[in-house]
């Protein structure tokens, strides 16, 4: 398995500006997570998903940012419109059941908000 | 308070050396516990887990205070190829991983 792909790896956009980035976890991973870093606050969990389903969005910072899963290999986390604070690196990450020594992380998103 | 505190460090330390992390975590329903290892841009990957009665995996021992509720991670004999973050990390059942925020180990020749 290819592991857990993320795209963008980079992206540098505009304030104000629509910004979309992907993931594709495991194939068979039924849990799927979507992490940002940053130096100030550190590994910050925003939402998960069981089973394509929503289970946990309250690390969402507001309503600029939505996420969807709408199949087993795929999901999005959109940020509209984007700000300079939201310059971070974001994290998908997948794993089989909730257990922690299972996470497997894609390569990350650096996003820089100008 | 966040849930999961550690010193940032930097730690430096020469090669050779035995250098301890510690962690302490908030909520007493806390299940599982892990250290996760970030090196510099990558992505975290586990280290290892933590258990109730110490564990050892080679050069690396993570121990767990339940009562205190405090974590440690012992690494002997420093490698250059030990220098990076890592991360404490704790679980309850059914939810996702916490982390802390990262202890930075730079180990030199």
């Known amino acids: 398995d290819a592991g857990v792909i993320q795209s963008p790896r980079h992206e540098v956009t505009e304030m104000g500006q629509e910004v979309t980035l992907r993931c594709k976890p495991i194939?068979?991973?039924?849990?799927l997570f979507w992490y940002r870093q940053t130096m100030m606050r550190g590994l910050e969990l925003l939402i998960y998903?069981?089973?394509?389903?929503?289970?946990?969005d309250s690390g969402m910072p507001e309503d600029r940012f939505s996420a969807k899963m709408p199949n087993a290999s795929f999901s999005t986390l959109k940020i509209q419109p984007s700000e300079p604070r939201d310059s971070a690196v974001y994290f998908c990450?997948?794993?089989?059941?909730?257990?922690?020594?299972?996470?497997?992380f894609g390569s990350g998103t650096r996003l820089t908000v100008v | 308070r966040k849930e999961v505190e550690q010193d940032p460090g930097p730690f430096n330390v020469p090669e050779g050396a035995t250098v301890a992390f510690n962690c302490t975590y908030s909520?007493?329903?806390?299940?599982?516990f892990f250290w996760y290892r970030q090196d510099c841009r990558k992505e975290p990957k586990l280290l290892m887990s933590v258990y109730s009665s110490g564990n050892e995996d080679g050069r690396f021992t993570a121990q767990l205070n339940r009562a205190s509720q405090y974590i440690s991670l012992l690494i002997r004999d420093s490698k250059l190829s030990d220098s990076a973050t890592y991360l404490c990390?704790?679980?309850?059942?059914?939810?996702?991983?916490?982390f802390g925020k990262g202890t930075t180990l730079s180990v030199s020749s």
């Open positions: 194939s068979g991973h039924d849990y």
């Open positions: 909520n007493s329903a806390s299940q599982s």
């Open positions: 990450a997948s794993s089989l059941g909730t257990g922690g020594a299972g996470y497997t």
């Open positions: 990390v704790v679980n309850q059942a059914g939810t996702a991983l916490i």
């Open positions: 998903f069981n089973n394509n389903v929503p289970i946990d």
